[in-house]
């Protein structure tokens, strides 16, 4: 079954640094997405992206973050600046075309970032 | 109000057992529900969809009521794997093609 992998499983990185959490979508899918989840506290939607630009996010994803599709295959997360409560699971997920909001995704298996 | 409320649980459950919990939603505009299932800081995995009409998948039983704005969902047989938290997820058309999560339902199966 065709699979969404995050790189790298765990990220340790000080306050202030910026960090790059990597996702390869399954490949013939067209729309990406961005959620994490503070540890006991529920999945939280960050970022939709389709046709190579954001088409939604909430309130969490302010400035400090940005999203970029760097060649056909992977789907990046940055953090420009992280602070200690940025420290999260950070789940990306992948949807063929408008079915997603239908049939539900995938999500990978997570990028855990703790940030000291 | 929280646009997806769970029971966080736990719901300790004989292995055997039948087990069943619901979730509310807020939006009566929601259009597709999902029940999916995490493992202790695993992500997230589709269990099933909900339609209007009910559906079941083995063990698995989920059920819609718009009426009264909640899904359920029901596991019978319950088995020692089916320890996890289940997730309650809305979609809803002004959204695109943003999920909405529950904070979950935390089932405990028992020998």
């Known amino acids: 079954e065709p699979e969404v992998t995050q790189t790298p499983s765990h990220q340790v990185t000080q306050m202030g640094q910026e960090v790059i959490l990597r996702c390869v979508p399954i490949?013939?899918?067209?729309?990406f997405y961005w959620y994490r989840q503070i540890l006991g506290q529920k999945v939280e939607f960050l970022v939709s992206f389709y046709n190579n630009e954001i088409s939604e996010k909430s309130e969490i994803f302010d400035d400090q973050f940005s999203v970029e599709r760097p060649d056909g295959s992977n789907f990046t997360l940055k953090i420009r600046s992280t602070k200690l409560e940025d420290s999260a699971m950070y789940f990306c997920a992948s949807s063929d075309a408008d079915r997603g909001r239908f049939y539900g995704y995938t999500f990978g298996s997570g990028t855990r970032l703790t940030v000291v | 109000r929280k646009e997806v409320e769970q029971d966080p649980g736990p719901f300790n459950v004989p292995e055997g057992a039948t087990v069943a919990f619901n979730c509310t939603y807020s939006?009566?505009?929601?259009?597709?529900f999902f029940w999916y299932r995490q493992d202790c800081r695993k992500e997230p995995k589709l269990l099933m969809s909900?339609?209007?009409s009910g559906n079941e998948d083995g063990r698995f039983t989920a059920q819609l009521n718009r009426a009264s704005q909640y899904i359920s969902l029901l596991i019978r047989d319950s088995k020692l794997s089916d320890s996890a938290t289940y997730l309650c997820v809305v979609n809803r058309p002004a959204a695109g093609n943003k999920l909405t999560f529950g904070g979950g339902t935390r089932v405990l199966v028992k020998p």
């Open positions: 490949s013939n899918h067209l729309y």
């Open positions: 939006n009566s505009a929601s259009q597709s």
């Open positions: 909900v339609y209007s």
